[in-house]
């Protein structure tokens, strides 16, 4: 008991189930490392790997999910995918366990029936849920002793953040599976180990939630008291280095080798097989890569002004990702929708002629563009793409970094300052169906609009979703700060009294989906409230206010003792001006302002 599993260890599994025996081979045996007087012997026979639930204090709980990914069968008949280890940016990639020969529904089998309910507690919108939630404990099949069998690597601790039903292909047959992105969580706090007596306690039945949760991981207690907010900030983000005792990896297993990890699959996922050829290894693209690259987009000059066609062609990429659509699209689709952007939004002069963006935006290294045989001639012709209508769109690397909405919010900010800066956003957020990124506060509300008819005189009888504020929230903020600015300290009178605004950092609509919370609200003056909300403003990471223009520095931010400020939400907002940095060893700790 109280053995703790070590990022990056390589240990012995199947070969000898005692746990009294330590070593196997001169490796640790797993079942010595995860030995337990109240949990049952863990299994790794199967990809997926559940124990077994227990009805303890504060409710039913699963101790944790052990997951197994082997590539030595990937991209066969018989398991027709293969899972992408991003460990350099916290990602894993792993796929369900339905098959092509499976009668039953797809979120019916024994794995995915475990995950699907993992990912519904992942999503769970209160601390108090998500302290019930089951970690994954991630793992990898390695070679040793030149066997391929009974040794596996402990690559971390994970969340679900997303899910996906996609369709397969196995033996010639279409079939259903789900598809798991996994953020796999920082552990550097307890010096990259797990201690397994926190699994203990979870699986414990006189131990309450809280004070198992006690036992978790920093990076896990974060996550349970804010919600998947905080990712970003959580991730893994470099490979750790292998402490005394752990046997060092070989280059055919290092975690920076993909041609290791991922061997190319036969026949299923052959889109995505197509994007990771061209687009080179995942771990190669960071998020501030993506952000220089943006920077730094060459873009033809006419008569001294930058061509927005291959920053509305990235921003209309961006949209995909953002609306939940997958990242590569026809020609077709491309064209048609990229020429109405074009022709509203770029340059009045310029040529509505989207074969150009959908070509030349490859040389920026976030593009792609498939379907053209090699001996087609590389120039950018509209009827040659029309006669074999390629897919183009954004790389997987970009498509996955950009899927993490702080990332996005950010990629949106840079573009929109660096090249798109005297376009309406407002009108081009929402053409993009992007409404909402454009400010801070976001889209507050939705409206429907049965019959179509518009124009201002107007009147129709719709329905409205809108976001309930907690007006004590406000009041009590505002009773904190005197009603004063906490920018430049005015206390607006008035003729009953005094006034100010409450602004929420990271807003309530949506894109941006905040809590309503006093951790997340400014007390402002109307003035300030309208620059912080149009990104105008914004707080570095040292409480001084400055403005986005120039990054001159207005003012300190004003601070209460009683009024903790989240930086998580600070930094979401500063993301969203552009003027924040998405890498983690450029962040810093989560902490109040």
């Known amino acids: 008991m109280g053995s703790q599993l070590r990022l990056g260890e390589v240990l012995r599994s199947g070969m000898n189930r005692d746990p009294s025996t330590p070593l196997i081979d001169g490796y640790p045996n797993i079942h010595h490392v995860t030995a337990s007087q109240v949990l049952a012997q863990i299994q790794l026979s199967k990809g997926i790997n559940p124990m077994a639930k227990v009805k303890a204090l504060g409710g039913q709980r699963r101790p944790a999910v052990l997951i197994r990914s082997s590539p030595w069968k990937a991209g066969t008949d018989d398991t027709p ?37 993992a990912l519904a507690e992942h999503r ?64 550097s706090a307890e010096n990259d180990r797990v201690d397994w007596s926190w699994i203990e306690a979870r699986g414990s039945t006189g131990v309450s939630a809280s004070d198992a949760l006690a036992l978790a991981p920093r990076a896990w207690r974060r996550w349970v008291e804010h919600g998947h907010a905080v990712l970003p900030e959580m991730r893994l983000q470099a490979v750790p280095c292998t402490g005394a005792g752990v046997p060092e990896r070989s280059a055919s297993e290092n975690v920076r080798a993909p041609s290791a990890l991922l061997p190319a699959p036969r026949k299923a996922d052959k889109a995505a097989a197509a994007s990771l050829a061209a687009s080179g290894r995942l771990e190669e693209l960071t998020a501030n890569m993506l952000m220089a690259r943006l920077r730094s987009l060459k873009v ?112 949106v900010a840079v573009l929109c300052e660096m090249h798109l800066a005297d376009v309406d956003q407002h009108a081009l957020m929402a053409r993009l169906g992007m409404g909402g990124y454009e400010t801070a506060s976001g889209t507050t509300h939705l409206a429907e ?28 903020a505002k009773g904190l700060h005197g009603d004063s600015c906490q920018v430049c300290g005015l206390q607006l009178p008035t003729r009953f009294g005094t006034y100010s605004e409450a602004a929420h950092i990271r807003g309530l609509g949506r894109p941006h989906d905040g809590p309503d919370e006093l951790s997340n609200l400014l007390v402002l003056c109307p003035n300030h409230h309208v620059q912080f909300d149009t990104f105008a403003i914004y707080i570095d990471p040292d409480g001084t206010v400055r403005t986005t223009s120039d990054d001159s520095p207005i003012g300190e931010l004003r601070r209460h003792p009683a009024h903790r400020i989240s930086e998580t939400h600070v930094r979401y907002h500063r993301a969203r001006c552009g003027r924040d940095s998405t890498d983690r060893e450029t962040q810093g700790e989560a902490s109040s302002v």
């Open 124 to 187: 769970a919108a209160t601390p108090e849920r998500r302290a019930l939630a089951v970690p994954l404990l991630v793992f990898k099949a390695v070679s040793r002793n030149g066997s391929r069998k009974g040794y596996v690597k402990f690559c971390g601790m994970a969340v679900i953040e997303h899910a996906e039903q996609i369709e397969q292909e196995a033996n010639g047959r279409a079939f259903p599976n789900y598809r798991y992105d996994l953020s796999v969580l920082d552990l």
């Open 300 to 411: 033809h000059r006419r008569n001294g002004r930058q061509s927005r066609h291959k920053p509305l062609a990235l921003l209309w990429g961006i949209s995909r990702v953002a609306t939940g659509q997958h990242h590569l699209a026809p020609w077709h689709q491309f064209r048609d929708e990229a020429s109405e952007l074009l022709a509203e939004f770029g340059l009045p002069e310029s040529s509505v002629t989207p074969e150009y963006p959908f070509w030349h935006l490859r040389t920026s290294r976030l593009w792609d563009v498939h379907g053209l045989p090699a001996e087609e001639p590389g120039g950018p012709r509209a009827a040659v793409f029309d006669r074999l209508n390629p897919k183009g769109g954004l790389t997987d690397g970009a498509a996955r970094i950009l899927s993490d909405p702080l990332v996005r919010s950010q990629a």
């Open 449 to 476: 609009n049965p019959d179509g008819r518009t124009g201002p005189a107007g009147r129709r009888t719709g329905s409205y979703s809108r976001i309930v504020r907690d007006t004590a929230l406000t009041a009590k």
């Open 81 to 117: 995918w293969h899972d992408v280890f991003d460990l350099d940016n916290g990602r894993v990639r792993y796929f369900g366990d339905h098959r092509v020969d499976h009668t039953d529904p797809v979120g019916s089998t024994q794995g995915n029936t475990v995950l699907l309910e």
